[in-house]
């Protein structure tokens, strides 16, 4: 489940009642725990802080963290252990063992098949079938990975311990081990030494066995420490097997793209980008997702790199249809018309099995790195280059028709005013005698003049003539991320609008809004203030805007808001509403 990097969505300090509603599930779920190890894991007087987070594949978890640990995480209404809280308590679940190669596997996201389970000499311990339980290493009673029972002790028996034994939620050095302070597993001697089965026979076994008869504690223990090598070198062997794989399939692809004709061959990408797109870029928090941003910010993004996507150029010709295809034929997603004309995508079956095997390929653009430690994505920040423009309007328009600007055409000031001169240098309109005025022609006239100085103007001074025109022009703006093409947009650019509001009594929250239209992620701006301030930050949704979102975080932060728009992110101070709303510091008497 901690695989990969997850995303936080809130974190906050947890009140009294539910410290005691947390202690109360906790003695319950684990009856073992004695009163006084219960009292070190939740303590009454020092800080706990519940963090909600979402996994990569959607799923919502409750952290509660304690001293920047993550303690206990709650997934559907029940609550697991974490490694850092065995570590302390390793006896309050039952506990499998297993071999120190294993763990590598288990913290990419395998669950603990039955084969590669060491039965002790006391034998396995006694769960039923969704159990809480732990798995550790041979000789280290310290665990290594927490889960639940795939199946009871007794049908594991019966099955003569074969197929899946411990489905893993959270294993030592995945995103969840990596939120916290990073500690390696303590050394605890174990009490029974592990006896094999006799019906241990298949593959990976016998070579567990041949390093078994060789083993000692002492190498166990050093096996346990260099874990992160092992790690790494089994990483390179995989990476090297996945290339030769990622190379056979191409040359393969390659012989059937000679016999296939245009149309199938962008029928088969589009597939492969709607199921690349589906299995690494949606959530399941993104949905409801409109049809149109699914293709424009995921799909297209997933296109191997030469190759263009192009849904006209396929046998649909149209996303309506292909996402009908792809809700009536495989089962994959549920489209549904939410309001007149506009499709979303309001449902994704994400155990299908044609979206499970689906292997994503190697030559697509490279995706967002993760900040180590969290769940947040983050890349470097490049503030945008916003330029001032105008659109021809009817009005104007006869006034452009020489230089063959339409209505709607935006244009610089400087644009405007080459114009301008070139029509009156055109036309003859410089005053004779006087070269700072310029004579009304009918049709400067018409477009410059009001209705009560039609009979009173006949010249007007240059900087008059081109503020005259400026004002009538349609206020646009021009948005330039660097690497990307311009976006033209009509009216004002929009300013980040950061406001104080009160919330119960006499309570303060800051509220920061409109951060997409300056390219920045309210999660990482959301993050940052909260290292920053050290205080409670959320996102919520944006009253009256869709796929926008307001960041709050309590108490007056607007100084610290400013600090970070200004100075780290460079974002132009006439862009930034709000800042005047700082609480003013007091005078030193």
Not at 16 to 45: H, Q, T, W
Not at 202 to 226: F, I
Not at 459 to 467: C, Y
Not at 556 to 574: E, T, W
Request: a neutral charge.
């Amino acid at each position: 489940m901690f695989a990969k990097a997850f995303r936080v969505k809130s974190n906050t300090v947890i009140k009294g009642s539910d410290r005691r509603k947390l202690r109360a599930d906790i003695a319950a779920a684990f009856p073992s725990l004695s009163v006084e190890e219960l009292n070190e894991l939740i303590p009454n007087k020092e800080e706990l802080n519940i963090v909600k987070i979402y996994a990569h594949k959607g799923d919502a978890v409750t952290l509660y963290v304690l001293h920047k640990n993550p303690i206990f995480f709650q997934l559907e209404k029940q609550v697991f252990p974490t490694v850092y809280t065995l570590w302390r308590c390793p006896t309050m679940v039952p506990a499998f063992a297993t071999w120190p190669p294993v763990l590598q596997k288990l913290s990419g996201g395998a669950d603990l098949m039955l084969p590669g389970v060491v039965v002790s000499a006391s034998g396995l311990p006694e769960v039923d079938q969704g159990d809480c339980c732990a798995v550790t290493l041979v000789m280290n009673s310290a665990p290594v990975a927490v889960g639940t029972a795939a199946v009871s002790s007794a049908k594991m028996r019966d099955g003569g311990m074969k197929g899946k034994g411990v489905n893993i939620l959270h294993a030592y050095m995945d995103q969840l081990w990596a939120f916290g302070d990073k500690t390696h597993p303590p050394v605890i001697p174990v009490a029974n030494c592990p006896a094999p089965e006799e019906g241990e026979t298949d593959g990976e076994e016998c070579e567990e066995k041949e390093g078994r008869d060789s083993s000692t504690p002492a190498a166990v223990e050093t096996s346990c420490r260099n874990m992160q090598e092992l790690r790494l070198d089994e990483h390179e062997v995989l990476k090297e097997e996945q290339l030769d794989e990622d190379k056979e399939g191409k040359d393969t692809d390659g012989e059937e793209d000679d016999s296939r004709s245009p149309q199938e061959q962008m029928d088969e990408l589009l597939l492969q980008c709607f199921l690349h797109a589906l299995k690494t870029k949606v959530k399941k928090s993104d949905l409801p997702l409109l049809t149109s941003t699914f293709l424009s910010k995921h799909m297209v993004s997933c296109c191997p790199r030469g190759k263009q996507l192009d849904i006209k150029k396929s046998s649909y010709k149209k996303l309506s249809k292909f996402l009908l295809c792809m809700q009536r034929d495989h089962s994959l997603v549920q489209v549904k018309e939410l309001s007149k004309g506009v499709e979303s995508i309001v449902e994704v079956d994400w155990r299908n099995p044609e979206l499970c095997s689906f292997r994503s390929p190697k030559d697509c653009g490279p995706e967002k790195e993760s900040v180590e430690g969290g769940g947040v994505c983050e890349v470097p920040y490049q503030t945008p280059e916003i330029t001032q423009l105008y659109g021809v309007t009817a009005r104007l328009e006869p006034l452009f028709q020489d230089a063959r600007k339409r209505k709607g055409t935006p244009l610089k000031a400087s644009e405007v005013r080459n114009v301008i001169t070139d029509y009156v240098k055109k036309n003859e309109l410089i005053h004779e005698t006087n070269k700072n005025y310029v004579n009304i022609n009918p049709t400067l006239c018409d477009c410059l003049l009001e209705k009560s100085e039609y009979h009173e103007v006949e010249t007007l001074k240059w900087d008059d003539l081109f503020s005259r025109t400026l004002i009538r022009m349609q206020a646009c703006h021009e948005v330039l991320f660097p690497g990307q093409p311009p976006v033209v947009k009509k009216g004002q650019m929009e300013c980040i609008d950061v406001t104080v509001a009160s919330r119960g009594s006499n309570k303060k929250v800051t509220v920061i809004k409109n951060l997409e239209a300056f390219g920045l992620d309210p999660a990482v701006v959301a993050d940052s203030l909260q290292h920053q301030v050290q205080a409670s930050c959320v996102l919520l949704d944006s009253p009256g805007a869709k796929n926008r979102v307001l960041v709050q975080i309590q108490g007056n932060q607007v100084q610290h808001v400013g600090k970070l728009l200004l100075d780290r992110y460079q974002i132009p101070r006439k862009y930034v509403q709000g800042l005047d709303k700082a609480p003013k510091l007091g005078k030193k008497k």
